[in-house]
């Protein structure tokens, strides 16, 4: 199983990206899938989820408002839209299931600029 994230740049204070993940099979279309992100120096954390049943959402409170997870279930891949970046926002990005299930892939780094 491979989960490919990708989309990351530097971008200043203010600006957006768009972040993708594909995943090999269908595990973007079965799982509850969720974003990560690990800081340098911090800990992995989860910044946002969403349900594969009924496509619901949740945020960590620092991304509520600026950022959006959805999916596309044809083509197996889940994306992160992120607006009104902030330089606490820089860390690499990671896709997995909510559960952490498979091994992480390289994730994608987001600098944000002051």
């Known amino acids: 199983v491979q989960l490919q994230a990708s989309g990351g740049g530097l971008v200043q204070a203010g600006g957006s990206l768009r972040l993708s993940c594909s995943a090999s099979?269908?595990?973007?279309?079965?799982?509850?899938m969720a974003w990560y992100r690990q800081a340098p120096g911090k800990q992995r954390e989860l910044v946002a989820i969403i349900s594969n049943v009924d496509r619901g959402t949740e945020y960590v409170d620092s991304v509520k408002g600026r950022f959006t997870i959805s999916r596309d279930n044809a083509k197996n891949i889940l994306y992160l839209q992120m607006n009104r970046l902030k330089p606490e926002d820089t860390a690499v990005y990671y896709c997995?299931?909510?559960?952490?299930?498979?091994?992480w892939g390289q994730g994608t780094l987001v600098t944000v600029s002051s």
């Open positions: 997995n299931t909510i559960t952490r299930r498979f091994n």
């Open positions: 099979g269908s595990i973007v279309r079965d799982y509850a």
